[in-house]
């Protein structure tokens, strides 16, 4: 496989408008949006994220003709932890997905796919309706960390299960090397018939992935604050509400939550603390309870902003814990895909 030369340097989508699609009120319409911003600006935007774009000093494998050859690179230029090697993983893959799909065939396909259902809105009712937080099940075949979680994975038949048990809407692994998914998983859930809208759980670094979420038939995508600085986040949003898709802005800490509070405008988004430290990968229900605590908790409570809690949830007394301090949502994935009978699962968790 031949690798696309990685630059050295980690510019964020600001600093590469000209490689993005138009933002206009019809999709057909298409152009590259164009946007300079300074060297400054652009330092200030890394600073703001915990994990690196690209490796600061390329990548060790170099193609040369008929073989491939490795430079030698230093310690600082590995990954620091999974979800940075994951990162990195998406320039390779994007760029695939781009050589057999170019950005206006797959712009055109999200604009023919079926009709995006409210995500928010169902979670919102569903809580209405049972006292609980709305549940995003999760359709995960693996993990990094567990490997495979579901050796008889169906997505369909998952999918099924959750919506009998009482999912408010369903959240489906796209990413194939680390998590064993495929955006494939969507169209296959969707042209099943299931009702429960649907979050397309990518790693998102490009518009390029917002327009292939929306061709599978997702209604929401995965904003991460840690990945995305927020000139890149306003953009995406912007991006994901042209095509009638809402997003979910996933947050680790405080000061994550206090960045994302000031972007321009939260419409069409709802917000998710996951509970899963990125230094040691510790997971503690506590960080919820933490931020929303916080000052910058008590805004999104009186802002009626919806928060999802997710990772170490297991059992009701946990979702009782995070409803507590102030989630409207979960999203649930290990503890109930692993299990034999998904809906069962599903209704023992909400105590439905």
């Keep these: 496989m031949r690798l696309t030369t990685l630059k050295t340097s980690m510019p964020t989508l600001s600093s590469i408008g000209a490689q993005r699609p138009a933002i206009v009120k019809h999709i057909g319409t298409s152009r590259r949006h164009s946007m300079k911003i300074s060297a400054a600006a652009a330092s200030d935007a890394t600073e703001e ?6 490796p600061p000093h390329g990548i060790e494998n170099q193609a040369c003709g008929p073989v491939d050859f490795k430079v030698p690179m230093t310690d600082d230029n590995k990954p620091n932890n999974i979800l ?7 320039a390779v893959e994007i760029e695939q997905w ?8 797959l712009m055109g396909q999200a604009k023919i796919a079926p009709a995006a259902r409210d995500f928010i809105g169902a979670i919102r009712s569903a809580s209405q309706t049972t006292g609980k937080p709305g549940l995003i099940a999760e359709v995960k075949k693996a993990s990094p960390s567990k490997g495979v979680i579901q050796p008889n994975f169906d997505p369909v038949k998952i999918a099924k299960a959750y919506e009998a048990g009482g999912a408010a809407c369903l959240s489906v692994l796209t990413d194939k090397k680390f998590f064993q998914g495929g955006f494939e998983n969507l169209q296959l859930i969707r042209a099943a018939g299931v009702h429960c809208p649907l979050l397309c759980k990518e790693f998102i670094v490009e518009a390029y992935q ?23 986040m306003e953009y995406l949003i912007k991006v994901a509400r042209a095509i009638n898709l809402q997003c979910l802005i996933e947050v680790h800490t405080i000061k994550e939550l206090d960045r994302i509070l000031t972007l321009p405008t939260l419409e069409g988004c709802m917000l998710g603390i996951n509970n899963r430290n990125l230094q040691n990968f510790e997971i503690d229900l506590a960080n919820t309870e933490m931020i929303m605590s916080s000052a910058q908790g008590q805004k999104v409570k009186d802002g009626n902003i919806l928060m ?15 409803q507590a301090a102030g989630c409207g949502a979960i999203l649930v994935g290990e503890s109930l895909v692993k299990q034999g009978d998904p809906e ?3 209704k023992a968790l909400l105590e439905l």
Excluded: Q
């Design 49 to 54: 994220v915990v994990i690196r774009r690209r």
């Design 84 to 90: 940075e090697e994951i990162v990195w993983h998406k």
């Design 98 to 105: 781009r050589n057999r799909v170019g950005l206006p065939m």
């Design 210 to 232: 917002v327009y292939k979420a929306r061709a599978s038939g997702a209604d929401a995508i995965l904003l991460i604050a840690a990945v995305l600085p927020n000139s890149d």
């Design 308 to 322: 999802a809690g997710e990772s170490g949830i297991f059992t009701p007394a946990d979702v009782a814990r995070v």
């Design 344 to 346: 069962a699962g599903v």
